[in-house]
C-alpha cells in the first residue's frame, strides 16, 4: 500500500464483506428479495448475501462510459438495456460533446448487453414487480455504475429498491439516495480512496467464478 493513504482494510475479501453485509440485511429475509450483483466484483458479494437470506441471486450489468484519453475516469455509466446516467458536472468540465456520448454509450451499451447474457445463461431476468431488490456490489467509488443499475431496476417496479455496499465514499452513498429507497452501506471513510484498499485481498474476479456462483441452483432460481 502507498505510503501516503492512511487507510484501514475492512475486509478480508469480498466473501467476508458478503457475510458480514447479510447480516445487516436479516431484516429483509422474509421480504421475497431478489440479490442484483453488479458484475464482476459484486456476484462474490452477493452470492454471501443470497446464500445468508435465502434469496434469488441475479445480474445487472452496468458498464462505466469513461472520458476522452482518460478512460478511468468515470463520466457516467450505461446498462445492458439502455438506462443510463451521466455525470453532468465532469462531462461539462471537460467539454464532453453529445457526439462522443452518444458513440461510447452504444459501444458500452452493446458490451454490456453481450456480458448479461453471458452471465445470464439463458435464463430470464427474474420478476421483481412488487419485491424486494437488493443491488449489490464490492464497493462504490464516484457511484456512476451504481446509478445506472438502480435506474434500471427502478423500471422494473420493485416493491423497495435498496442499494447494499461493504464500503463506500460519503458522496456517492448520498447521491445513490435520489435513485434508490435505502442505501446501506457498512463504512463510509473520508477520506475515501479506492475501494481496494480497504481489502486485505482483492484479486480480479474472472468471468468463471461470476458463472460458477449464478449456476447454482440455490442462489440462482428459487
Known amino acids: 500500500m502507498p505510503p501516503f493513504f492512511d487507510t484501514e482494510t475492512l475486509f ?39 446464500r445468508g437470506l435465502g434469496a434469488e441471486l441475479d445480474v445487472v450489468v452496468a458498464r462505466k462510459l469513461g472520458a476522452p484519453f482518460h478512460a478511468e475516469l468515470a463520466i457516467g455509466a450505461v446498462t445492458a438495456d439502455g438506462e443510463r446516467f451521466l ?7 471537460l467539454q464532453i460533446d ?66 447494499a455496499v461493504p464500503v463506500g465514499s460519503p458522496e456517492a452513498c448520498r447521491a445513490l439516495l435520489n435513485d434508490a429507497d435505502e442505501v446501506i452501506c457498512l463504512a463510509q471513510p473520508d477520506p475515501f480512496y479506492a475501494i481496494g484498499l480497504y481489502y486485505e485481498h482483492f484479486e480480479q474476479v474472472e468471468d468463471a467464478e461470476v458463472l460458477r456462483l449464478l449456476e447454482q441452483p440455490a442462489l440462482a432460481r428459487s
Open 87 to 93: 455525470n453532468q458536472d465532469i462531462i461539462s468540465q
Open 98 to 163: 453529445d457526439a462522443y456520448l452518444e458513440r461510447i454509450t452504444k459501444e458500452q451499451g452493446e458490451e454490456a448487453s453481450r456480458r448479461e447474457q453471458l452471465f445470464r445463461g439463458g435464463r430470464p431476468p427474474v420478476d421483481i414487480k412488487g419485491r424486494t431488490a437488493l443491488l449489490v456490489d464490492d464497493g462504490l467509488a464516484t457511484g456512476a455504475t451504481m446509478r445506472a443499475a438502480a435506474r434500471s431496476l427502478r423500471k422494473r417496479e420493485p416493491g423497495r429498491l435498496v442499494v
Open 12 to 50: 478480508r475479501d469480498r466473501v467476508d464483506a458478503g457475510q458480514r453485509l447479510a447480516k445487516r440485511l436479516e431484516s429483509y429475509c422474509n421480504a421475497s428479495p431478489v440479490v442484483f450483483a453488479i458484475p464482476r466484483g459484486g456476484v462474490p458479494v452477493g452470492a454471501e448475501i443470497a
